[in-house]
């Protein structure tokens, strides 16, 4: 699959394509509106990544250009900016979905399957590991065919994980996935009980790794 | 109406000019009915008195003359003519004489020692025998008999000075006394001595009770007083009728009533008229500052022609205006600042923290380096958060946060935000326990995202400051106010340090929170929130090691 990385800012429009490169996706890169718009205009994308604030134009505009010139790919806002109003504004003009810098990257992971998923119906709501099994569309967990009760937090947590298991979770990732409007490094604590819980809960304590000093893991070998 | 007077200020004027003009004519037309009447009757019988005293003298001056008179004329030698039986008459001439001259009712005559009239003024009772000689006495000189007073005098032989030949009297009828009674008054003037009555008496009887005296009666105000010498025994009354008396005053009063409607009407037209000429130019400067407020334009002037008070206070308040606008700008300039700061920082931060998260999900790092980077995650994450508070901060302070009202049920919102924070406080081995036994409000009018995040705030820190006991949510609600209380039994608050909590980048210095997490925004921004919505936070603690309350207090609105 194609993906166009629209960003000026030359880090995030590396870390984007660095990203979806490891996840096996084709990334071209353009810096501004200009560049954007000649890409979109030679080849065919399944999904822009596009930001809001460009050096010569604004990614508002070139989405408005994208919709009137009826290409079809699925657009991704980014901004910097978290009013509603903005959010808004990007979905009526056309966007399929809008992400506020800063974002996780398993977030714009996610979004970023999901958008994708959408345009290829190849949807698999079971996932597993081992003898444990998640039914994605009803969030629900199972040990051996038997079902866990996890509160919401814990299950968007070991969903998170469970959906990419070569990931390595930062507590701070986790905690903005489980909780994204009230995180707060007050409670980066709450992660470490969330997964004693999860553990817990699932009778297995291996299937969660700790990677010393910086987050959380699937571990496919438990 | 007190309400209306403490509110306007034109209002409180008008009602004290009123009162200024109208309190002078109250108080004088009630000293006018309550003291007036009294005075001026006591004055009256002052000046009765005295005229009664007048009247007495005048009335003895006038008998003592006669008196006189009748002593004068017993010892000329031409009463010898009385052995005579005054033959040639020249007493009688004489005495007619005297009579005419004094032309009122009287009679002189003289009797010889046997009692018979020898010679007289009237000549009608000459030789006839005077019927009261046993009344003729030499040590009193005078007598009375009915409205007549009786003057005599020994005659003696001018030849013979120890030899009588009889009395000269005068017959003198007191009605002469009426001549000097006044009576202009519509009053009664008269004298009196038992029943003998000269001058007009009044209708009724008054008992003599003194020598001198004064009664008021209903009707009438009486004076009377003792006379003295050829007097002595009478009485000089004066009976004045009040409504006379008082006529000139109760005239007056009429027409102060009657004047008193046009004093009233004046008196407010005045009032209204200075009341308006005073506020006026206030009124003018509320009017230009409300329109100032209301359009925020704080670069606009006021224009007082005016010197005087109002307009130093115009031009005061044009210094202020001045300082204000440049203050906002500056203000705003700061908040636009901030706000785009953050903005800018959040993007190169972005990269930062997705490439170490990059790193540390795909990346083979050794340990060394997943400690590295993790640390460069961690800080990332701090400054990230402290930007998201001063932005939020900058917000409320340039007056941008927009809140959004609805109704809600905050029991759910508040055990929500409960369940969010439970697995944190039993991991701590704390108690964690919510209270709603005080709370019966359904719904309640706030900001859903600002009342969650006040209240996740409170329970984090209130988790993260203590080591063990319990923290409890309570939920209470009066009439009027609706209670988050956040109790815990950590670590407490000095007293001294209380006040520095609410201010940014503050967390108390001890040994327990050093190790903690936090950007020190969390509670400053807390309460800041909390104005937004229209409550207040305020901690309460005993001291250190005695435990935290936090206070959420949230008006009700209707």
Known sequence: MNILVIEDDRANAELISKLLEKEKYNVDVAVSFLEGERAIDKAFYHLIILDWNLPDGSGYDLLKVTRELLIESQVLMLSANSDIGYRVKALDAGADDYLCKPYAIVELLARVKSLLRGSSSNKNPILKIGNISINKQRKEVFVNSKEVDLTLAEYDIFEAMASNPNKTFTKFELLNLSNNKYASSVMSNIIEVHIKNIRKKLSNKEVIKTIRSVGYKINLSS | ?558
């Open chain 2, 1 to 558: 109406m007190l309400d209306s007077l403490n509110k306007s200020l034109s209002k409180r004027l008008l009602f004290s000019f009123i009162i200024i003009g109208f309190l002078p004519f109250v108080i004088f037309l009630i000293y006018t009915l309550v003291l007036s009447e009294t005075k001026i009757v006591d004055k009256l019988i002052l000046d009765q008195h005295h005229q009664a005293s007048q009247i007495s003298k005048f009335m003895n001056t006038h008998l003592l003359s006669l008196d006189k008179e009748v002593a004068f004329l017993s010892r000329l030698d031409l009463m010898d003519d009385i052995l005579a039986e005054d033959i040639d008459k020249r007493i009688s001439r004489l005495l007619k004489q005297k009579k005419d001259d004094y032309n009122l009712k009287l009679n002189f005559f003289v009797i010889n020692d046997k009692g018979q009239i020898i010679a007289s003024s009237d000549k009608n009772i000459i030789l006839t025998k005077f019927p009261l000689q046993d009344k003729l006495n030499k040590n009193t000189k005078k007598f009375f008999l009915d409205k007549k007073l009786y003057i005599y005098s020994k005659v003696f032989a001018s030849f013979d000075k120890n030899k009588n030949l009889g009395y000269l009297i005068l017959e003198y009828d007191l009605e002469n006394l009426n001549n000097y009674l006044d009576h202009t008054l519509n009053a009664y003037a008269y004298i009196k001595n038992n029943n003998i009555v000269i001058g007009d008496k009044a209708p009724f009887d008054i008992s003599i009770n003194s020598e001198k005296d004064s009664i008021s009666l209903d009707d009438y105000i009486v004076v009377y007083q003792k006379m003295d010498s050829i007097l002595e025994e009478w009485y000089v009354f004066y009976v004045v009728k009040k409504e006379i008396a008082l006529e000139f005053f109760y005239n007056f009063i009429h027409f102060m009533l009657y004047l008193s409607p046009f004093i009233i009407i004046l008196t407010i037209f005045v009032s209204l008229k200075f009341s308006k000429y005073i506020v006026k130019p206030i009124e003018d400067l509320t009017q230009v500052t409300d329109e100032i407020i209301l359009s925020k334009d704080y670069s606009k002037l006021l224009y007082m022609s005016s010197s005087d008070e109002v307009g130093r206070l115009a031009h005061s308040f044009n210094i202020l205006l001045n300082t204000t606008d440049k203050t906002l700008y500056a203000s705003e300039a700061k908040s636009s600042f901030i706000s785009n700061m953050s903005h800018e920082l959040k993007t190169p931060l972005n990269a930062i923290i997705g490439f170490s998260q990059y790193l540390i999900s795909y990346e083979k790092l050794t340990d060394e380096q997943l400690d590295i980077v993790s640390n460069i995650e961690n800080s990332s994450q701090y400054l990230l958060e402290m930007i998201y508070g001063i932005l939020d901060i900058a917000k409320i302070e340039a007056g941008k946060l927009e809140t959004d009202i609805k109704e809600l049920d905050c029991l759910s919102l508040s055990k929500e935000c409960f369940s969010m924070l439970e697995p944190l406080a039993y991991d701590k081995g704390l108690k964690f326990e919510l209270k709603t036994k005080d709370y019966s409000l359904n719904f309640f009018k706030t900001d859903e995202k600002i009342f969650k995040q006040i209240l996740i705030n409170l329970l984090s820190n209130a988790i993260k400051y203590t080591k063990e006991g319990k923290v409890v949510l309570e939920l209470t609600n009066t009439k009027d106010k609706f209670f988050v209380k956040v109790i815990d039994t950590g670590i407490g608050i000095k007293k001294e340090e209380m006040g520095k909590l609410f201010k940014e980048f503050t967390r108390i210095g001890n040994s327990l929170s050093s190790k903690q997490k936090g950007t020190g925004l969390g509670l400053s921004l807390s309460k800041k929130l909390s104005h937004i919505i229209d409550g207040d936070i305020y901690l309460e603690s005993e001291g250190i090691n005695c435990g935290t309350r936090a206070n959420f207090v949230l008006r009700l609105k209707d």
